[in-house]
């Protein structure tokens, strides 16, 4: 059986305006939280020998601040104490301005073959905006330091919808995405978060956020030009070209089981979710004592499982296999959902193709009300 891996690196020079995910400025600890992290991916190897591990995602936070030689530690520690599959996909996230020839040969040399780059957007002004510390030019030095090193599967994060954004904006940064060939763009309209910055500048009138209507006509635009440039969409919100999918995530959407280490670190395994404290120094110092850095762990109900399984399959183009969730949970859904089913169908947001339920294009734009109506 195969096992994801994700390790959670929680440090940020600065932290952006609109983010909630865990992470601090505590350069400081990197070097002993790197060697903590090791110890407990040697220490929870025993519980995971029966799997094939087929992807490792580091993720943050801002993996490319580790010094020099702490990726490679990082995935060694991973390849001795697990049983990586051959080929492997290994990412590792990160910022414009923290990548360079030296730490892209690392990471090369390692064994990590996929980079995700958050650009963002490539307007400078509204990357200052959003309180980024790169610029577009940086991110153009990102790419070339990170192709001439030999990578050839290279994602960009950008945003749809940030304050003040213009539709000529997105367009460039997704002409500049396409001209330099990446592979993979992951492309999210700005949720915000109740508790982050800009949330509250938001809220004070001092930043000012497109309407709907243009940043769904943004999105629309994104839509139409990735396919128009070879892009598959096979996410809610990812597109790539032929063949460069990425499987971690994939994987997550199709519950497939994975482990997470470092702090904050959340896995799903064996129909338990469980999930490590959220703190740097607690957790650098449970680990040195040998003791659980736990924060959580839950099993889920029969009904959960079957709930987050509609929900996290229909993000996928492909949908929901319903063979699959018949043998796994014993759920019929055409079944126990027939009405809202044909409802849906009516109304052109679902689609009923080879033994799968997908969401339409249309459905897409409603996915959060499709959800509800299949898992109420």
């Given amino acids: 059986m195969n096992l994801g891996i994700y390790v959670h690196i929680p440090f940020c020079v600065s932290k952006c305006l609109y983010c909630n995910f865990y992470s601090e400025n505590k350069l400081e600890y990197i070097n002993d939280y790197v060697l903590a992290l090791t110890k407990e991916i040697k ?6 020998t029966q ?12 993996p490319s601040v580790l010094p020099a030689g702490c990726v490679s530690l990082i995935v060694n520690a991973i390849k001795q104490n697990y049983n990586v599959l051959p080929g492997a996909e290994i990412t590792i996230e990160a910022n414009p301005n923290s990548i360079n020839y030296t730490n892209s040969a690392e990471w090369f040399s390692a064994g990590v073959n996929r980079v995700s780059v958050g650009v963002q957007t490539t307007s400078n002004r509204v990357l200052k905006i959003i309180g980024r510390t790169h610029t577009y030019q940086d991110f153009f030095k990102a790419i070339d330091d990170l192709k001439s090193v030999g990578f050839k599967n290279i994602n960009a ?27 993979h763009i992951s492309a999210y309209t700005l949720i915000l978060e109740e508790g982050t910055p ?50 971690h995530n994939l994987n997550c959407w199709n519950m497939v089981p994975y482990v997470g280490f470092g702090c904050a670190a959340h896995s799903f395994v064996e129909n338990f979710r469980f999930g490590n404290i959220s703190n740097i120094e607690r957790y650098i110092k449970l680990i040195n004592q ?77 996915l959060n009300q499709i959800i509800l109506k299949l898992v109420d």
């Fill in 51 to 62: 799997y094939s591990i087929d992807t490792i995602f580091i993720g943050g936070g801002t």
């Fill in 198 to 247: 800009m949330c509250g500048l938001v809220q004070q009138k001092k930043l000012k956020l497109p309407s709907e209507e243009k940043t769904l006509g943004m999105f629309k635009y994104l839509l139409k030009h990735t396919e128009l440039n070879g892009y598959n969409r096979y996410e809610v919100s990812n597109f790539c070209l032929p063949g460069f999918e990425c499987k």
């Fill in 43 to 48: 220490r929870e190897s025993k519980k995971y």
């Fill in 157 to 183: 994060d950008i945003m749809i919808g940030l304050p003040t954004q213009k539709q000529n904006e997105l367009k460039a940064t997704l002409r500049q995405c396409f001209g330099m060939g990446l592979t």
């Fill in 290 to 366: 040998g003791k659980s850095v736990k924060a959580f762990n839950e099993e889920l109900t029969v009904n959960q499982l079957i709930e987050e399984s509609i929900m996290l399959n229909l993000r996928t183009t492909k949908g929901i296999n319903l063979k699959d969730l018949k043998q796994k949970y014993g759920y019929d859904l055409l079944k126990e959902k027939s009405l809202e089913v044909m409802e849906l169908q009516k109304l052109g947001l679902i689609k009923l193709e080879n033994g799968y339920l997908f969401a339409t294009t249309e459905g897409f734009y409603v």
